[in-house]
């Protein structure tokens, strides 16, 4: 099991934008170190919503490097780093574009039994991402899950599992 490590920090108002940079609780699961370690930010919160930032059900936001977005009115752009950005903005030219990290964030956006698709290149990495019916999501693809959300995979037959994709490490996909 990981081990947990506590990090206190104050910042300015306007580095918070991103609800905090060690997760809504505080914490960041940190594991062995190993190669392949997935560990995932930990995205503690509560059942009445958290902070600010979280969308009604709780859901802390899009994972985004060692901090959260706010899905409803921000995307993760990853391009060697990671940062939130408005959903207004387009990513700089080469950055993937991260609208969603499970299907809560769709719903949250507006857009309710969608699921988080990817579409992967020819050689295997993930795209930018989608919210969009499963239907519509190509068969090359990852959907991204919530693991603590039960049957979140049910539609595609599989279980919430984290991400072999190796520009995905650190989400949870369906398989």
């Known amino acids: 099991m990981p081990a947990r490590i506590g990090i206190i920090a104050l910042f300015p108002p306007a580095l918070l934008a991103c609800n905090s940079l060690t997760g809504i609780d505080g914490y960041k699961n940190v594991g062995d170190g190993s190669t392949g370690d997935s ?8 059942a009445s919503g958290g902070d600010a930032g979280d969308a009604p059900s709780g859901d802390p936001g899009i994972s985004c490097g060692a901090a959260y977005c706010n899905e409803a009115t921000q995307n993760c752009c990853r ?5 939130c950005q408005a ?7 080469g950055s993937q574009t991260l609208p969603c990290d ?20 020819n050689g295997g990495a993930a ?20 693991p603590k ?12 599992l984290a991400s072999t994709v190796p ?9």
């Open 39 to 46: 560990s995932a930010v930990d995205a503690g919160g509560d």
């Open 79 to 83: 391009s060697g780093g990671q940062a």
């Open 87 to 93: 959903t207004s903005v387009p990513c700089n030219g």
């Open 102 to 121: 499970d299907t809560a964030d769709c719903a949250t956006k507006g857009m309710p039994n969608t699921v988080c698709c990817y579409p992967l290149s």
């Open 127 to 146: 795209l930018d991402g989608v919210c969009t019916s499963l239907a519509s999501c190509p068969a090359m693809r990852i959907i991204l899950c919530d």
């Open 149 to 160: 959300i039960t049957g979140e995979c049910a539609a595609v037959g599989g279980s919430c």
């Open 167 to 175: 520009n995905m490490i650190g989400y949870y996909d369906c398989r």
